[in-house]
């Protein structure tokens, strides 16, 4: 019997169903590298290729990093790789304001990378709205930490709905904590799409959507595994073995995710890459550097 594997990565999905890296109807891939990091671009052409993958229509960016950056000019050269990527998806328009919103729960720490990204973000809507001759060269950029619905009452769809209502964006972006299939790509992978993203899709608790379908601007997804679902890790390490019975570690109001022990630390990290490669990508005449400086 064929068990669902949870996953959020489409370089994963793939792998899954080529396993010895054969073309697949509908799907082309491309490896490349980004200021020294491996870059895979996973391009599902037609429903066929969604209905392999089990992903939308799109194109999806995977950057590696060979280990958690922990030096300042390590940091600094995967936030120019996240800009570099995120520029180079077609849907991201070259003017015009921006909304980014943080998904996830502050109070959980393997949840949190979304709102952490959105502390590191160079936000500038309420600058050029305010200084017009100061400021006015800037792309009006504007944030939003969504919560949960556990804390806010709100979907978080609701509410980037509303918002996005309100300040009519040229396009969204959404930063969300990711699953991933395999323990070594947790917190060493950054996913970048222009599909748009199911907020808590790959740990079974799918929310609405947030794509140009519900809101009516493009929504490109910025995310990074900091789980890994435990009878997905299970079936990896043991594939083929005998007796093991996913269903243990998915009964009803009892699912089990494993993190690593450091993800505090972890997506600290991530958060600055990701908040100082967002910015430098939609401010293109700041480097992360400058960024920064602007954000520290």
């Known amino acids: 019997m064929m068990i669902a594997r949870k996953l959020d990565l489409a370089l994963e999905a793939r792998d899954l169903a080529a396993p010895d890296g054969a073309a697949l109807d509908g799907v082309r891939v491309r490896e490349d590298t980004l200021h020294g990091l491996p870059l895979t671009r996973v391009e599902i052409l037609d429903e066929d290729g969604a209905r392999t993958l089990g992903k939308p229509v799109g194109t999806y960016l995977t950057l590696d990093l060979d280990d958690l950056p922990r030096e300042r000019a390590d940091v600094l050269r995967a936030a120019r790789a996240v800009a570099a990527a995120l520029r180079s998806l077609a849907a991201l328009p070259e003017d015009g304001p921006v909304l980014v919103a943080g998904l996830g729960n502050r109070a959980v720490t393997p949840d949190r990378l979304g709102p952490q990204t959105v502390d590191h973000l160079l936000v500038t809507r309420h600058l050029v709205a305010q200084l017009p001759d100061e400021f006015g060269a800037l792309r009006p950029v504007a944030a939003l930490a ?22 009519a964006p040229a396009c969204l972006i959404a930063v969300d904590a990711l699953a991933a299939r395999r323990q070594e790509r947790v917190c060493r992978t950054i996913q970048l799409s222009d599909t748009g993203i ?84 939609l401010h293109v005449d700041f480097s992360v550097e400058e960024v920064e400086k602007w954000t520290s």
């Open 146 to 167: 969504a919560g949960v619905t556990g804390t806010t009452g709100m979907e978080s769809g609701e509410l980037i709905g509303a918002v996005t209502e309100r300040l």
């Open 198 to 281: 199911v907020p808590g899709s790959g740990v079974g608790n799918a929310r609405m959507a947030l794509d140009r379908a519900h809101l009516g601007v493009p929504v490109l997804a910025v995310g990074v595994p900091t789980v890994v679902d435990a009878a997905t890790l299970c079936l990896d390490l043991l594939d083929g073995a005998e007796g093991f019975d996913p269903a243990v570690f998915r009964r009803e109001g009892a699912e089990w995710f494993v993190t690593p022990r450091s993800i505090d630390t972890e997506t600290e990290v991530l958060a600055k890459i990701l908040g100082w490669g967002i910015s430098a990508a």
